[in-house]
């Protein structure tokens, strides 16, 4: 027995690998950027194109996906130590979500963005369960 199984959940685990497949997630996007960067000529340091809105669009997907990454994480982990398996299929509802996102993005149209908007889902549901197990610890509920 691991110090861990004593712990966390046993199905922490999933979690876990949600958590680790996500990682995966911003390396692909983070290759599409680096992708567009050769295809368009947008040259480091140059985070945007005056002139290539299409490189605007993977940059911005992105860079979303970035500024979200804290939040998911926190509740990604935080609801899975009570709700492990809940927590582990709105994480990776999140994930596939960014992906839609993603290349909604890369249309050229970024209303197309809107696409992988039932990631909000994800996120509202693993923010549901962390504050339902905050209102459990502190005996609220």
Request: with cysteine.
């Amino acid at each position: 027995m691991t110090v861990l199984s004593t712990l966390l959940p046993k199905d922490y685990g999933y979690v876990m690998l949600v958590g680790a497949s996500s990682v995966f997630m911003l390396a692909f996007l983070g290759g599409k950027v680096g992708s567009a960067r050769k295809r368009y000529g947008v040259e480091y340091p140059t985070m945007y194109s005056d002139t290539v809105p299409e490189f605007n669009c993977v940059q911005r997907a992105h860079g979303n996906t970035l500024e979200n990454y804290p939040q998911f994480l926190m509740l990604l982990f935080l609801s899975g130590i009570e709700h492990p398996r809940a927590a582990a299929g709105l994480g990776g509802l999140w994930i596939l979500s960014r992906f839609s996102y993603a290349y909604g993005y890369y249309s050229g149209d970024p209303k197309k963005r809107m696409r992988g908007a039932y990631g909000y889902i994800g996120m509202i549901g693993m923010l549901a369960l962390v504050v339902r197990s905050s209102l459990r610890l502190l005996e609220v509920v």
